[in-house]
Structure formats: C-alpha cells, structure tokens
T-cell receptor, first 114, second 108 residues
Framework: EPEVTQTPSHQVTQMGQEVILRCVPISNHLYFYWYRQILGQKVEFLVS????????KSEIFDDQFSVERPDGSNFTLKIRSTKLEDSAMYFC????????????FGPGTRLTVL | EDQVTQSPEALRLQEGESSSLNCSYTVSGLRGLFWYRQDPGKGPEFLFT???AGEEKEKERLKATLTKKESFLHITAPKPEDSATYLC?????????FGKGTSLLVTP
C-alpha cells in the first residue's frame, strides 16, 4: 500500500541552525502539506503546496520557513534559523485531490532544538 | 473562525464497554469531517471522511456519524488495541483543522 515517508525520524539541532526535513509523498498525489504537533498539543497546519507553489499557509509559517519540491518525488520543509519553540513533531501529508478522499500522513520527524 | 472541539479529553473503558467520542464543529462551508487515530509518537492514521449530515461509516468496531454541528465516533466492544488518541478534523479549504483529540485507554 502506498505511503508517505519522512526522513530523518529524529533531528537534533542547535538554536540558530538551519534544518531541512524531507518527505516523499504518495506518487500520484497532487497536494502536499506540512503540519506540526508540539508535545501535548493539537496538530497544527503549516502550509499546503500545489502545482509547485504555496496554495495556503498559516500564521505559524513565517519567513523562517520555506518549502520546496526539488524533484518529482521529494517535498522539503526548511527552517532557516531554528528556535527553541520550533521543537515539535513535523508531519508531511499528501492528498490525491482537493475534493475527495483524504490526506494521508507520514510517520513524522521529531525536531529537537537545543 | 473555524473551531473543532472534542470531548471528553480522556476516556478509560473496560474491554467490551461501548462508548462514544464527540466532535463539535463550527465551520463555514464544510467540505469534509475527518477522523484519524494517532498512536504515541506516530503520524495520524486515516479512519473516516464524512461529507454530509446523516452520513455514517463503519470500520470493524468503529462507526462515525455526522450531524450539522457534531460528529460522533462510536466504539463497540472495544479491545485494548483500540487504545490511542482519536482526532477529529474539519476541512473547509485544503487544510485540516484538528481538535485536541480524545485519549482512549481500554483496559483488559
């Protein structure tokens, strides 16, 4: 069964450093997403991406965040200068269509900022 | 502003003891109401999508229902392996708006 994969599973970084989280969405899906979940809190939307551009973003997704689809299979989230409060689980999701079916989530990357 | 509220926050059941989880939502232009299961340290696992009031979907011991203001996840004769956090999410655009979840513990 097709699934969303994410690497790494755990990333530890120093405050102020740049990190890149990687995702391989399900191959025939068109919409790609990043969400985050701070420990003990709800899953929060960050950004959606369609047709090689951002289609929607939340207030959380400020200038320190960027997304890219560098090739036909990968989807990345870059955090330019990490802060302590960026520590969270980051989930990638993909969706075949905007109106049917559902978003399928990856296993997540746990980001720890020291 | 779209809101999703889940109750209770936590629920402890004996194996075989049926119950229901509630998800109240206020969304302008609901496109879908989603249920996911999340195990500790894992990503949300899709369970159901409901699109219109009156719709019901079932999967094993789980049944999801939808009204114009609420959705319920009914768990019939739960087993310990049903222990997880159950997440409800609304969708009015392309992003999912999640509730805080109900943490379910089923004891033998």
């Amino acid at each position: 069964e097709p699934e969303v994969t994410q690497t790494p599973s755990h990333q530890v970084t120093q405050m102020g450093q740049e990190v890149i989280l990687r995702c391989v969405p399900i191959s025939n899906h068109l919409y790609f997403y990043w969400y985050r979940q701070i420990l003990g809190q709800k899953v929060e939307f960050l950004v959606s991406f369609y047709n090689n551009e951002i289609s929607e973003k939340s207030e959380i997704f400020d200038d320190q965040f960027s997304v890219e689809r560098p090739d036909g299979s990968n989807f990345t989230l870059k955090i330019r200068s990490t802060k302590l409060e960026d520590s969270a689980m980051y989930f990638c999701a993909s969706w075949a269509s905007g109106s049917t079916d559902t978003q399928y989530f990856g296993p997540g990357t746990r980001l720890t900022v020291l | 502003e779209d809101q999703v509220t889940q109750s209770p926050e936590a629920l402890r059941l004996q194996e075989g003891e049926s119950s229901s989880l509630n998800c109240s939502y206020t969304v302008s232009g609901l496109r879908g109401l989603f249920w996911y299961r999340q195990d500790p340290g894992k990503g949300p696992e899709f369970l159901f999508t409901l699109y219109s009031a009156g719709e019901e979907k079932e999967k094993e011991r789980l049944k999801a229902t939808l009204t114009k203001k609420e959705s319920f996840l009914h768990i019939t004769a739960p087993k310990p392996e049903d222990s997880a956090t159950y997440l409800c999410a609304s969708n009015s655009g392309y992003a999912l708006n999640f509730g805080k979840g109900t943490s379910l513990l089923v004891t033998p």
